[in-house]
Each structure stands twice: as structure tokens, then as C-alpha cells.
């Protein structure tokens, strides 16, 4: 079987999923940093909490992936350091995010998300790396779910133009 030898921890990552692990560990560098700084800006607790979740969650990630590299010998995108811990209080009126603004960009970053998940898992050959991006990929979906039931009990949903299309009756 040669390098493909059906232990997927041994087989060497190929361009493609080498650049796809490293650029999901840097734009979740960048998102754990942007979700800190929502946390000192958001009002709401329901909110506050799943971002919150998802800076958990994502920094599980980069763990995982990041180990990932380093057991091939590839150096590690940067990281952001923390955010300091503020209240939305201490954030001028005019200055802060307002809750529904940091849902939207939460709920569009999820999707994008999904997206980066599904390539990685489309073009890898290793399993692990396929099933980890699964994983993911699956997480993202139940928290988005979770964060358009909240979208929707808040009023903060702004949907597109709805079709009425008449409907068949059985």
C-alpha cells in the first residue's frame, strides 16, 4: 500500500489539507479574539453565553488541529493574545456593538464556517482529518440552530423577502 498504508496518523497530510488545517486554525485565531471583545460588548446573558460556548468550542479546535500540524512538522499560525474582561457598562453607548448587530455577525460567521468545514472534509484524504472536520462540521450546525432559536425569540432575525407561493392542499 505503500505511504497510504491504512493508518491515517501515519500518512504524510498532502498541500491541500495542510493549507486547509492552517487556515481554519488562523481564522479561528482571529474569531476567539472577536468573540472576546462581543462578550464585553453584549448586553443580553442568552447571548453572552453562547459566545461564550462557541470561544470554548473553537479554542477545542485549534487544539485539536494544531496538534495536527505539529505532528507533521508545520509551523503554527500566530495567536492573538486574550482580550482583557470588561462589562458592556464600561463600553460607551455609541462605541458598543448592540446585541442584535453581534448575533447577525455570529450567525454569519457559523455559516461560513460550515462552508470552511465541508471543503476541508471534501478534499482530505486522511480519515481522521475528514471525520475531525465532520465533527466540526457538525458542531457548528447544532450551535447555529441553537443561535437562530435565539435570533428568532429576540426579534433580532431579519429575514429575506418571504415567497407566499399558494400552497397545495391534500
Not at 486547509?20 to 460588548?41: C, E, K, M, P, T
Not at 448586553?43 to 470561544?55: F, N, P
Not at 457548528?140 to 415567497?163: C, E, Q, S, Y
Given at each position: 500500500m505503500g505511504i497510504l498504508n491504512g493508518n491515517p496518523k501515519l500518512e504524510p497530510l498532502h498541500e491541500g489539507e495542510v493549507f486547509g488545517v492552517w487556515s481554519y486554525i488562523i481564522?479561528?485565531?482571529?474569531?476567539?479574539?472577536?468573540?472576546?471583545?462581543?462578550?464585553?460588548?453584549a448586553?443580553?446573558?442568552?447571548?453572552?453565553?453562547?459566545?461564550?460556548?462557541t470561544?470554548?468550542?473553537i479554542k477545542a479546535e485549534v487544539q485539536h488541529t494544531s496538534e495536527i500540524?505539529?505532528?507533521n512538522g508545520i509551523a503554527l499560525p500566530p495567536a492573538l493574545p486574550d482580550r482583557p474582561v470588561a462589562t458592556a457598562e464600561d463600553i460607551p453607548v455609541g462605541a458598543r456593538?448592540?446585541?442584535?448587530?453581534?448575533?447577525a455577525i455570529l450567525s454569519a460567521n457559523i455559516a461560513q464556517g460550515l462552508v470552511a468545514c465541508s471543503q476541508v472534509m471534501g478534499?482530505?484524504?486522511?480519515?481522521d482529518i475528514g471525520m475531525m472536520f465532520g465533527q466540526f462540521h457538525t458542531?457548528?450546525?447544532?450551535?447555529g440552530a441553537k443561535l437562530l432559536k435565539l435570533n428568532k425569540d429576540k426579534a433580532w432575525l431579519i429575514p429575506p423577502p418571504l415567497h407566499?407561493?399558494?400552497?397545495l392542499t391534500q
Amino acid at each position: 500500500m505503500g505511504i497510504l498504508n491504512g493508518n491515517p496518523k501515519l500518512e504524510p497530510l498532502h498541500e491541500g489539507e495542510v493549507f486547509g488545517v492552517w487556515s481554519y486554525i488562523i481564522a479561528n485565531n482571529g474569531l476567539i479574539s472577536i468573540y472576546q471583545a462581543f462578550i464585553n460588548h453584549a448586553g443580553d446573558r442568552a447571548l453572552k453565553s453562547l459566545l461564550e460556548e462557541t470561544v470554548h468550542t473553537i479554542k477545542a479546535e485549534v487544539q485539536h488541529t494544531s496538534e495536527i500540524l505539529k505532528a507533521n512538522g508545520i509551523a503554527l499560525p500566530p495567536a492573538l493574545p486574550d482580550r482583557p474582561v470588561a462589562t458592556a457598562e464600561d463600553i460607551p453607548v455609541g462605541a458598543r456593538f448592540m446585541d442584535a448587530e453581534i448575533s447577525a455577525i455570529l450567525s454569519a460567521n457559523i455559516a461560513q464556517g460550515l462552508v470552511a468545514c465541508s471543503q476541508v472534509m471534501g478534499q482530505s484524504i486522511r480519515e481522521d482529518i475528514g471525520m475531525m472536520f465532520g465533527q466540526f462540521h457538525t458542531d457548528k450546525a447544532l450551535f447555529g440552530a441553537k443561535l437562530l432559536k435565539l435570533n428568532k425569540d429576540k426579534a433580532w432575525l431579519i429575514p429575506p423577502p418571504l415567497h407566499d407561493a399558494p400552497r397545495l392542499t391534500q
